[in-house]
T-cell receptor
Framework: GAGVSQSPSNKVTEKGKDVELRCDPISGHTALYWYRQSLGQGLEFLIYFQGNSAPDKSGLPSDRFSAERTGGSVSTLTIQRTQQEDSAVYLC?????????????FGAGSRLTVL | KQEVTQIPAALSVPEGENLVLNCSFTDSAIYNLQWFRQDPGKGLTSLLLIQSSQREQTSGRLNASLDKSSGRSTLYIAASQPGDSATYLCAVSGGSYIPTFGRGTSLIVHP
């Protein structure tokens, strides 16, 4: 597609429920990133996918968080047993990698509110 | 672990001023540095990318410089306009290609 698409744009859920957030990257971009942005905070790295390599999960805050990327394209971030501190905007970005220029293109984000 | 700091955290200027936003990073072994703009409630838009071998990049009224040895980058905005009002974020990538972001500078340009 023309840009990075994220859904849903807004999600309100109750504490303890599971949520799934979807990211559809730019076609042909081999790298895909998930970040989290909490109110008044910077962007916190969560997970990075690059081609067929094992993902870098070093930023996931707990084992309640997981992500997958099917067929090297669409990615789903899953948060199990949501907590109030999970409330944030979840941003997805994609890029090409190599030649010193991995310009990230971000989606508009998914705003998660846990009541 | 790379740490990125942006100063000032907030800036309010009258239209027409030239201004400088600062970004510093702790690990000089970087792959590239990017400047982004974020409008309220929106995602990030890439403004400029400077590769580690470069000293500066220019796009229109924007100029970004990079001094790897001192761990600093500046974003210069010439003749600021109200439409430039946004949060500006700096992000540094190392060999892992995973950008580390600063907290941003919130800019307001008033008419």
């Amino acid at each position: 597609g023309a840009g990075v698409s994220q859904s849903p744009s807004n999600k309100v859920t109750e504490k303890g429920k599971d949520v799934e957030l979807r990211c559809d990257p730019i076609s042909g971009h081999t790298a895909l990133y998930w970040y989290r942005q909490s109110l008044g905070q910077g962007l916190e790295f969560l997970i990075y996918f690059q081609g067929n390599s094992a993902p870098d999960k070093s930023g996931l805050p707990s084992d309640r968080f997981s992500a997958e990327r099917t067929g090297g394209s669409v990615s789903t971030l899953t948060i199990q047993r949501t907590q109030q501190e999970d409330s944030a905007v979840y941003l997805c970005a994609s890029s090409t990698v190599g030649s010193g220029a991995n310009v990230l293109t971000f989606g508009a984000g998914s705003r998660l509110t846990v009541l | 672990k790379q740490e990125v700091t942006q100063i000032p955290a907030a800036l309010s200027v009258p239209e027409g001023e030239n201004l400088v936003l600062n970004c510093s990073f702790t690990d000089s072994a970087i792959y590239n540095l990017q400047w982004f703009r974020q409008d309220p409630g929106k995602g990030l838009t890439s403004l400029l990318l400077i590769q580690s071998s470069q000293r500066e990049q220019t796009s229109g009224r924007l100029n970004a410089s990079l001094d790897k040895s001192s761990g600093r980058s500046t974003l210069y905005i010439a003749a600021s306009q109200p439409g430039d009002s946004a949060t500006y974020l700096c992000a540094v990538s190392g060999g892992s290609y995973i950008p580390t972001f600063g907290r941003g500078t919130s800019l307001i340009v008033h008419p």
